[in-house]
């Protein structure tokens, strides 16, 4: 069995559930990537989805779809996808064991 790219926490599969049912009529998912930029020197982009790029990988876990941008896919092998509710604040959070270095604010690291 190969590993899964991205796992998600039964929190993150729920309340991706909650944004898609609120998201635009013809979105069929969501997308995650990985951009250049942040302290570290990367970050995590998330956005929704109206189409399947090609090279895209599709994850379903917990009844969601997620997908992966192909540039992502080595950065993010392993991650497990969470998302933590705090009293002034609640975001998706990437456990990612290929990261090497994280910036204090939580938004980029660096591989």
Known sequence: ????????????????KDIMSSAEKNSIGVRVGVKSGGCAGMSYIMEYTKEINPNDEVIEDKGVKVFID??????????????KKEEFSSSFVFKNPNETERCGCGESFKI
């Open 1 to 16: 069995m190969t590993k899964q790219i991205i796992s998600l926490s039964e929190n993150a599969a729920s309340r991706i």
């Open 70 to 83: 192909s540039a992502a896919v080595m950065y993010l092998l392993g991650t497990e996808m969470d998302y």
